[in-house]
C-alpha cells in the first residue's frame, strides 16, 4: 500500500510540474500563445504521466478491496512483485500509445502556430490543423482520453482556464494528502502535534 502511494506522490508531482512551468511563463510573459513544438512536448509528457496515474489509482483500488474482503490472504495475493509488475507494465504500455499520438500530429498540416493557454489539451491541439485529424480522434477515442469534465465548447476561456488549473494543479497535489490522512499513523502524529500546540499556548 505504501510503495503505491509513494508512487502515486511522485507521478503527481511529476504531472504538476508539467503545467506549472508554461503557467508561470503564461502570466510573467506578454506574449500567451504557447508554440506549437512546446505544446506537442508538453502533451507527449502530460499523456505520459497522466494515465500511469489511472494505472495506480486501479491497483490501489485493487489493495483496498483484498485488504477489506480478503485480508487473510492480502500478503500472498497483493504482494510486492505484483505491485511491481503493474508499474513496469504501465510504463510500458502507456508510452507507445503516446508516441503514436505525437507522431500522427506531428504529420498532419497546421494552420495556427500556437495555443492562447498554459495547457495543450487534444481537443485545442486538433482545433490547430487544417487537414482532418481522423485517426487521431479515433485513437483517443478507444483510449477514453476525452471522457472527462470540461467546460462546454461555448464556456468562458476564463472558466476553462480554471477547469484546467483544477485537474492538472489542485487534483495532484490533493491526491497524496488525502491518502496521507487516511493512515492511522499519519492522523496519531497529527493529533499528538495539535495536542503539543494546545498545550504549548496555555
Same mark, same amino acid.
Do not use: W
Given at each position: 500500500?505504501?510503495?503505491?502511494?509513494?508512487?502515486?506522490?511522485?507521478?503527481?508531482?511529476?504531472?504538476?510540474?508539467?503545467?506549472?512551468?508554461? &503557467?508561470?511563463? @503564461?502570466?510573467?510573459?506578454?506574449?500567451?500563445?504557447?508554440?506549437f513544438? $512546446?505544446?506537442?512536448?508538453?502533451?507527449?509528457?502530460?499523456?505520459?504521466?497522466?494515465? &500511469?496515474?489511472?494505472?495506480?489509482?486501479?491497483?490501489?483500488?485493487?489493495?483496498?478491496?483484498?485488504?477489506?474482503?480478503?485480508?487473510?490472504?492480502?500478503?500472498?495475493?497483493?504482494?510486492?512483485?505484483?505491485?511491481?509488475?503493474?508499474?513496469?507494465?504501465?510504463?510500458?504500455?502507456v508510452?507507445?500509445?503516446?508516441?503514436?499520438?505525437?507522431?500522427?500530429?506531428? @504529420?498532419?498540416?497546421?494552420?495556427? @502556430?500556437?495555443?492562447?493557454?498554459?495547457f495543450?489539451?487534444?481537443?485545442?491541439? +486538433?482545433? +490547430?490543423?487544417?487537414?482532418?485529424?481522423?485517426?487521431?480522434?479515433?485513437?483517443?477515442?478507444?483510449e477514453?482520453?476525452?471522457?472527462?469534465?470540461?467546460?462546454?465548447?461555448?464556456?468562458?476561456?476564463?472558466? /476553462?482556464?480554471?477547469?484546467?488549473?483544477?485537474?492538472?494543479?489542485? &487534483?495532484? &497535489?490533493?491526491?497524496? +494528502?488525502?491518502?496521507?490522512?487516511? $493512515? @492511522? /499513523?499519519?492522523?496519531?502524529?497529527?493529533?499528538?502535534?495539535?495536542?503539543?500546540?494546545?498545550?504549548?499556548?496555555?
Amino acid at each position: 500500500m505504501y510503495f503505491l502511494v509513494h508512487r502515486l506522490s511522485f507521478v503527481d508531482m511529476v504531472f504538476a510540474n508539467i503545467t506549472v512551468p508554461q &503557467m508561470l511563463a @503564461h502570466l510573467l510573459s506578454t506574449s500567451k500563445a504557447i508554440p506549437f513544438t $512546446n505544446c506537442l512536448a508538453q502533451l507527449f509528457f502530460a499523456l505520459f504521466v497522466g494515465p &500511469m496515474e489511472g494505472y495506480l489509482l486501479a491497483a490501489m483500488a485493487y489493495d483496498h478491496y483484498v485488504a477489506i474482503f480478503d485480508p487473510l490472504h492480502y500478503v500472498t495475493l497483493v504482494s510486492h512483485a505484483l505491485c511491481l509488475r503493474i508499474i513496469v507494465g504501465s510504463g510500458i504500455v502507456v508510452p507507445g500509445s503516446t508516441l503514436l499520438n505525437i507522431v500522427l500530429m506531428a @504529420h498532419l498540416i497546421v494552420c495556427s @502556430h500556437g495555443i492562447l493557454q498554459f495547457f495543450c489539451d487534444i481537443t485545442h491541439m +486538433l482545433q +490547430l490543423y487544417c487537414s482532418h485529424a481522423f485517426l487521431n480522434e479515433m485513437l483517443n477515442f478507444t483510449e477514453g482520453k476525452r471522457m472527462y469534465l470540461r467546460p462546454a465548447a461555448s464556456a468562458s476561456e476564463g472558466r /476553462e482556464c480554471q477547469g484546467t488549473i483544477f485537474y492538472t494543479l489542485v &487534483m495532484p &497535489m490533493l491526491n497524496p +494528502l488525502i491518502y496521507s490522512l487516511r $493512515n @492511522h /499513523e499519519v492522523q496519531g502524529a497529527l493529533r499528538r502535534l495539535t495536542s503539543k500546540k494546545a498545550a504549548s499556548s496555555i
